[in-house]
């Protein structure tokens, strides 16, 4: 097969001395942020992404592979030890990993955390070697009204997915495109929305609003809170082991494999990440230890419950890789930043990157590989040091945030223009996070949101400007059906919870009254 053979081509360039110091040093530094509480893997790539640019683009995106599969690692350390996940994604595995911690096996947490990471990571990158050439087949029927179809059903779905309210999620979406149309309009060379600012001609870097909505938005967020949040959530001591008995064993490998046989399929599709995948994989682990009779379930913690959503969310960002690599689709926030890596090296993600970019594709999936290898390693045994992280007071951790933060949009392009811009997108990003608007829809449209605008006007131009075109073949209709129910669903859970508020809420009204 040649998958297996340009797969042996990508593990020689990954195996190099230089590239394999790149991979530790990304697991490392990925794995760090991703241990920090409100940080997470997202903020790992926008962070580091500044530091690769010395770099050649091999190396650097060997670099982000294991950045990228380091912070998911690193997110479910905190929830765990101290009860607040790292990331969104990290919150099923806090329910029973914090109980188990708190019965004295918090190490053993810990390990099934990291091999169940390992497991759906491997499976999922796995699958994409070998269906990549299919998914990039598929890609290639795709012409300007299935390619609009596709970014609007990204836009809509995430919007519609990761907000408690689909209105937020409308508004964020509405930030990212606002961000996204500033500049050179790049089919008929007017300018837009630069206020007649010559440095706004390029419009703005996707560096810039990354850096400014994830780390300085989080750091004004904290700094805001910082007196006012009596958290007293206490580090559990990560004693005992962390490798897993021949039980242990037992109970843990079928819920790895269910775990990631949920996650692999939500990483192809823009559903916002690996929140839905991790809470499917615990809500199906808990039902089954009911018919089962398990009374470590919801006491004193489920091995089973930490391992099925930790597979679950490492499968999902693994198949969100293949939907990246072979169909530009960034399918979560996280895979938002590693298309603007690609695109600061002038790459678009798509079909035509195997084709004209094999030599770096093939290496960053060998690289993915081994990555999680290097992942297992640092983190089975050394999962109680990285836990001393969370023991750094938190006004030292977020200066140092912001330092790195303004060091990373500086190098850019020297200006001091892009500090004032990233401070007043952080700025904005406060008052999203205050109001509860969610992030991930902001990355998706200022990514994907000039590659959607350039797609519907050549539609447009080939119609005629017959708006028709736009759902004309049987691919765009179906896209359009599938989002139709996406959105159904999401509407029908969205009043469902309301409608469970508004009954818990009578019954304390009603409680008090009697009381």
């Not at 959503?309 to 930043?337: F, H, K, Q, R």
């Not at 209709?477 to 969205?494: C, D, I, K, N, P």
Request: with cysteine; proline share 5%.
């Amino acid at each position: 097969m040649d998958q297996l053979t340009h797969l042996l081509e990508g593990f020689a360039v990954a195996f190099t001395p230089q590239n394999l110091l790149f991979l530790v040093i990304g697991a490392v530094l990925g794995t760090a942020v991703g241990v920090l509480p409100g940080l997470g893997s997202a903020m790992a790539v926008a962070l580091l992404l500044p530091v690769t640019f010395s770099l050649d683009p091999t190396g650097a995106f060997i670099m982000f592979a294991s950045i990228y599969f380091g912070g998911l690692f690193g997110d479910s350390t905190s929830g765990i030890l101290l009860n607040t996940p790292g990331n969104s994604s990290a919150i099923a595995t806090t329910f029973e990993g914090h109980r188990m911690a708190k019965s004295g096996r918090a190490a053993k947490a810990l390990g099934t955390s990291a091999i169940g990471a390992f497991t759906g990571g491997m499976i999922a990158c796995a699958l994409v070697v070998f269906f990549a050439p299919y998914i990039v087949e598929l890609a290639k029927v795709f012409g300007p009204a299935e390619y609009f179809a596709l970014a609007v059903f990204a836009f809509v779905a995430i919007s519609a997915v990761v907000a408690d309210s689909i209105v937020r999620g409308l508004v964020a979406l509405g930030i990212g495109f606002a961000l996204a149309m500033v500049g050179i309009d790049g089919m008929s060379g007017a300018e837009r929305f630069t206020m007649g600012s010559p440095v706004l001609f390029d419009g703005i870097s996707i560096i810039v609003i990354t850096v400014g909505l994830l780390a300085i938005g989080e750091v004004i967020h904290v700094s805001a809170r910082i007196r006012v949040d009596k958290s007293t959530s206490k580090l559990v001591d990560p004693t005992g082991t962390p490798f897993l008995s021949r039980s242990d064993w037992r109970k843990a490998l079928p819920a790895f494999l269910r775990g990631t046989a949920f996650g692999v399929p939500f990483g192809a599709i823009p559903v916002g990440g690996s929140e839905v995948p991790t809470f499917l994989a615990y809500g199906t682990e808990k039902r089954l230890a009911k018919r089962r009779g398990d009374t470590e379930f919801g006491t004193t913690g489920s091995i089973r419950g930490v391992a099925a959503p930790e597979a679950a969310g490492n499968a999902t960002a693994g198949s969100a890789m293949g939907a990246l690599l072979g169909l530009g689709l960034p399918t979560s926030a996280t895979a938002a930043m590693m298309i603007a890596a690609f695109q600061q090296y002038g790459m678009q993600p798509g079909p035509l990157l195997f084709e004209r970019s094999g030599d770096l594709v093939w290496p960053l999936l060998a690289s993915l590989f081994l990555g999680l290898i290097i992942l297992l390693i640092i983190n089975l045994p050394f999962a109680a040091v990285w836990a001393k992280l969370l023991l750094i007071p938190r006004h030292y951790l977020y200066a140092t945030i912001t330092v790195l933060s303004v060091l990373g949009v500086y190098a850019i392009g020297s200006r001091t223009v892009d500090l004032w811009m990233a401070l007043g997108i952080g700025v904005v990003g406060f008052g999203m996070r205050h109001f509860s608007i969610p992030l991930a829809p902001v990355l998706i449209a200022a990514i994907l949101g000039p590659m959607a605008e350039t797609q519907l006007r050549r539609a447009l131009a080939v119609s005629e400007g017959d708006p028709g075109i736009l759902a004309s073949t049987p691919l765009t209709l179906a896209l359009y059906l599938l989002l139709a129910v996406v959105v159904g669903f999401s509407v029908f859970q969205h009043l469902r919870h309301a409608r469970r508020e508004r009954a818990g809420a009578r019954d304390r009204e009603k409680v008090g009254a009697d009381a």
